[in-house]
Every structure is written in C-alpha cells, then in structure tokens.
C-alpha cells in the first residue's frame, strides 16, 4: 500500500523529481514549497513520512523539524531532510532537531526509493 | 529570455543538446524537454559539449530521466561531455554514471 508523503523543497523541480519518483512507486505525494507552506498544509493532518529541503526561504528545513517534532501529531513522523555535500554540517543539526534520516543530492531515484523503504517498512 | 535546448530527434532517438551553464534557472525547462522526450522517444543522448557549469537540480533530472528511459526499455548516455561537466558529475559522487552513461 503507498505512503502519503509531503515534499519540502522550495525548488519546483526538485519537488517534481521526488514527486515523480515516489507516485512512479505508488505513493500519494502532497508537495510544499517551504517550512511555512508544509505547516499550513499540513497543520494536524498526518503523512507517513515527510521528505523537506534544508535551505529554504521563509522558514528552512531544520525550524520545520523543530516545529514537527513539537507538534504531538507529527512527533513520530519519519522526516528524510535532503542536502547537499556542502550541507553536510546541517546533518547533525537535522537528527538534533529530531530528523530520522538524511538524503545527498542529487540522488538516484533507486536510492529515494531505498531509503524511503528503510524509515517505512 | 534565456537560451533553450536544441532538440534533434532520428527515428527513435532524441539528442538535446545541453546548454552551457544548467543552473536552477534552467532546471524547470529542462525538465520539460526531459519529459517530452522520454514520453516520446525510445532513446535519449544528451550532448555535454559545452556544458560549462551544473546545478544540483539539473543533475537531479539527468538521473530521472535516465532511469525512467531505461525502466522503458530505452537507451540513454551523455556524449562529448565537456570536462567541466564531467569534474561536476564527478564532484558530487556520480563518477560511477560517468562510466555508464558515456557507453552507448
């Protein structure tokens, strides 16, 4: 059965080419634009997992992790924060802040697909 | 307006040629032209000559598209890839696609 999955990333095409790859698996995809926009879209509605950027205008991927985690409906939540190589020093703030995992971009769909898997059994 | 891809298309191929400098201002349209070509066209080769600099973005719908191509039972490579565009791929841990995707 396909996840709900909400997509963070204040670039169109990176939410396009997560979208792509998980509806292409069965997933149900919402897609937000910031850390702003996902907690108004959210707001105490639940997903299975939810996959957010780190650099974003309004309100980046880690305050997002904080606001999840700080919310009783999300605080389970797997949340995957995708980075880049440079990002690499926001890893540790992200699992601080209470991320389960982390994706480097750019990725291959496979990998997507793997690590949702893992943090979805 | 920016510059656009040139498409070339034989039988059941499709060649886009990149452009120079592939960063996120480019991303939406290259996606579009992905798209359109995976959709309609059983091979894809991308042309690196004059690729200059990639954004990660760019480089994300590179691996989408080539995975869709072949889940299709297509083919897909990069031809003349510029050395820029190869210290890029390779830059971001995708040495392994180099190999792969240059073997037509």
């Not at chain 1, 698996?25 to 897609?31: I, Q, R, S």
């Not at chain 1, 309100?59 to 904080?66: A, E, S, T, V």
């Not at chain 2, 042309?47 to 954004?55: A, F, M, T």
């Amino acid at each position: 059965m396909g996840l709900r999955v909400l997509a963070v990333d204040d670039s169109k095409t990176m939410r396009d080419m997560v979208g792509f790859t998980l509806r292409n698996a069965g997933h149900d995809v919402l897609e937000a634009g910031d850390g702003q926009d996902a907690l108004e879209k959210l707001g105490d509605d639940c997903v299975d997992l939810i996959i957010t950027d780190v650099n974003m205008p309004r309100m980046d991927g880690i305050q997002l992790i904080k606001e999840l985690r700080a919310n009783v409906t999300h605080k389970t939540t797997p949340i995957l924060v995708l980075t880049t190589e440079s990002d690499s020093s926001k890893k540790n703030e992200g699992r601080a802040a209470g991320a389960t995992g982390w994706i480097v971009k750019p990725f291959s769909p496979e990998k997507l697909l793997q690590v949702v898997a893992k943090v979805c059994p | 307006m920016g510059e656009t891809f040139t498409v070339k298309v034989e039988q059941d191929k499709a060649t886009v040629l990149l452009l120079p400098i592939l960063d996120m201002s480019a991303s939406d349209e290259f996606l579009n032209v992905m798209r359109t070509c995976v959709s309609s066209q059983n091979s894809l080769v991308l042309d690196g000559e004059h690729v200059q600099r990639v954004s990660t973005s760019c480089v994300q719908v590179i691996l989408g598209a080539a995975k869709a191509v072949q889940d299709a039972g297509g083919s897909f490579a990069i031809e003349n890839m510029s050395s820029d565009f190869e210290r890029a791929l390779s830059d971001l841990g995708l040495s392994e696609y180099i190999d792969k995707w240059s073997k037509i």
